[in-house]
């Protein structure tokens, strides 16, 4: 079996520009979409990331204002700022950048960035919210599972779905986001008895959980489609996803590649999230 590779590009360059457009459109009639990205962290990688968020935002016509806090703030310095954001008119998105410094939680942060602007669910509220059918920003990267998906015309309805990963940064939520397009969906985790017996159920396999090369081929149903969430650099600077590649294309119908998969459509989801929360 040859595996198709379903790339995140295209659809990335796509939702890129109808942004650019409704960004456009609102600056037009006086309002300039605004994203501020809160970093307290000295991680490099981090860094990284956030600088290419601000590339990107710049690209399509919003302004990214980096809020460096320092690796050393503390946890109410950091709930004061995204508060202050909150209650700014002048800025729509919110994004807490993570790794935080000892002592700060994200899931304690969070409730402090108003759900209108927490572009990237965050928020506890935002996640209940989402778990409960409501209108909220649902977390971009398990935005991206499903955009991905639909943009290379997986059905979802019906099928099987396992998402291996728990967390309320992509588990959780992509596990609703697949119930809402009536999928029926299985989550795994760390404590997940003979895991292989599980995933290998799935007509669509979901790895989010953060271990380079954890899913191989005896993972993966014959004709599964396999979305790889995880971004794990290896010592030379590469980088790789929770699914062994070379084992899992034997098996699958399709696989997402990494880097070039989740991650661009990642980025350009939060963006659009911006422009749409200036547009409310």
Same mark, same amino acid.
């Given at each position: 079996?040859?595996?198709?590779?379903?790339? #995140?590009?295209?659809?990335?360059?796509?939702?890129?520009?109808?942004?650019?457009?409704?960004?456009?459109?609102?600056?037009?009639?006086?309002?300039?979409?605004?994203?501020?990205?809160?970093?307290?962290?000295? %991680?490099?990688?981090?860094?990284?990331?956030?600088?290419?968020?601000?590339?990107?935002?710049?690209?399509?016509?919003?302004?990214?204002?980096?809020?460096?806090?320092?690796?050393?703030?503390?946890?109410?310095?950091?709930?004061?700022?995204?508060?202050?954001?909150?209650?700014?008119? &002048?800025?729509? #998105?919110?994004?807490?950048?993570?790794?935080?410094?000892?002592?700060?939680?994200?899931?304690?942060?969070?409730? +402090?960035?108003?759900?209108?602007?927490?572009?990237?669910?965050?928020?506890?509220?935002?996640?209940? &919210?989402?778990?409960?059918?409501?209108?909220?920003?649902?977390?971009?990267?398990?935005?991206?599972?499903?955009?991905?998906? %639909?943009?290379?015309?997986? %059905?979802?309805?019906?099928?099987?779905?396992?998402?291996?990963?728990?967390?309320?940064?992509? #588990?959780?939520?992509?596990?609703?986001?697949?119930?809402?397009?009536?999928?029926?969906?299985?989550?795994?985790?760390?404590?997940?008895? %003979?895991?292989?017996?599980?995933?290998?159920?799935?007509?669509?396999?979901? +790895?989010?959980?953060?271990?380079?090369?954890?899913?191989?081929?005896?993972?993966?149903?014959?004709?599964?489609?396999?979305?790889?969430?995880?971004?794990?650099?290896?010592?030379?600077?590469?980088?790789?996803?929770?699914?062994?590649?070379?084992?899992?294309?034997? &098996?699958?119908?399709?696989?997402?590649?990494?880097?070039?998969?989740?991650?661009?459509?990642?980025?350009?989801?939060?963006?659009?999230?911006?422009?749409?929360?200036?547009? &409310?």
């Amino acid at each position: 079996m040859s595996a198709s590779i379903m790339s #995140g590009k295209e659809l990335a360059a796509e939702i890129r520009a109808e942004t650019a457009d409704r960004a456009a459109k609102l600056a037009a009639a006086g309002t300039q979409p605004k994203l501020a990205v809160v970093v307290a962290t000295a %991680d490099e990688s981090s860094a990284w990331y956030v600088r290419s968020i601000a590339r990107a935002a710049e690209k399509v016509g919003i302004v990214c204002d980096i809020v460096d806090l320092g690796a050393d703030a503390s946890a109410d310095a950091i709930r004061t700022t995204l508060a202050e954001l909150s209650a700014d008119e &002048r800025t729509h #998105g919110i994004i807490l950048q993570t790794p935080l410094p000892g002592g700060a939680a994200l899931e304690d942060l969070a409730s +402090a960035i108003s759900p209108d602007k927490d572009v990237d669910g965050a928020n506890p509220l935002s996640l209940g &919210r989402l778990a409960a059918g409501l209108t909220a920003f649902a977390p971009a990267t398990a935005e991206a599972v499903v955009a991905i998906l %639909d943009h290379h015309k997986v %059905d979802l309805h019906g099928r099987h779905a396992v998402v291996v990963g728990r967390s309320t940064v992509v #588990g959780k939520p992509a596990a609703h986001l697949l119930l809402d397009r009536h999928a029926t969906v299985t989550i795994c985790h760390s404590r997940t008895r %003979d895991l292989a017996a599980v995933t290998a159920q799935g007509d669509v396999l979901v +790895a989010a959980v953060g271990r380079a090369g954890l899913i191989t081929g005896e993972h993966v149903k014959p004709g599964a489609v396999v979305v790889d969430v995880g971004t794990n650099p290896t010592d030379s600077g590469d980088l790789v996803g929770d699914v062994d590649a070379s084992s899992a294309l034997e &098996r699958a119908a399709a696989i997402t590649p990494v880097p070039g998969g989740v991650g661009p459509v990642t980025t350009a989801l939060l963006l659009r999230h911006t422009v749409q929360a200036a547009t &409310r």
